[in-house]
């Protein structure tokens, strides 16, 4: 590696987490939805939404960490974490702060099989997905393959826990009834730049008509 460039990877890492995601977005402001990092008032409303006895949690997106942190002070051991992080900058962040979850450099579409690979399958399915994606800002066709892939990986009564920035429900309508999902909007923050909603979604659970009688 040339002296240049291990200087300016020391530099980066010695960076603060704020400054670290705002770097990430002027790179590439497309991939990078917001220009910092979510508040803390808006981790504490995401965890608030967790199932009572959620032990083992997937998070999408995972930043600089601060819904990584919150979900530990939450009661989340390290070793049932997995989070996901498409940038590599802010993946290698993620794993030099918290080397006891497994952090991932990977795309939430192939969740089903990286889940897999990390023992969150079978019986080990997550109890939740925290979810920080834009989903809104994506086509259908991908939405619905990364709800499909984390549905697969949560169990039968798993909450999908995702923020958005405004008020509307990021997910279409179409992926909803396409998936038997039900969702409704838990909260709202002004304190986050910008303001967020958070949204969850859960399956549907499907209620038997007890038959009537005949006479």
Known sequence: ML???????????SLPASWTFFLQWLKNPLAVAAISPSS????RQMMS??????????????GTGVFTQALIDHGIAPADLLVLELNEELHQHLVRQFPGAAVVCGDASNLRAIAQ?????????????????????MPRQMQQSI?????????PEG?????????????????????GLSAHRASFTWWNVPPATVYVYQRRVSRAVPARSMR
């Open 3 to 13: 002296p240049q460039m291990k200087d300016d990877r020391d530099a980066a890492r």
């Open 40 to 43: 803390r008032q808006l981790a």
């Open 49 to 62: 939404q967790l199932p009572r006895s959620a032990r083992r949690v997937i998070e999408l997106g995972g």
């Open 117 to 137: 690979q990390h023992g969150f399958d079978g019986e080990q399915r997550a109890d939740a997905v925290i979810s920080g994606l834009g989903l809104l800002s």
């Open 147 to 155: 709800l499909s892939a984390a549905f697969d990986s949560l169990q």
């Open 159 to 179: 909450r999908f826990i995702q923020f958005t920035y405004g008020p509307a429900n990021p997910v279409a309508r179409e992926v909803i009834e396409a998936m």
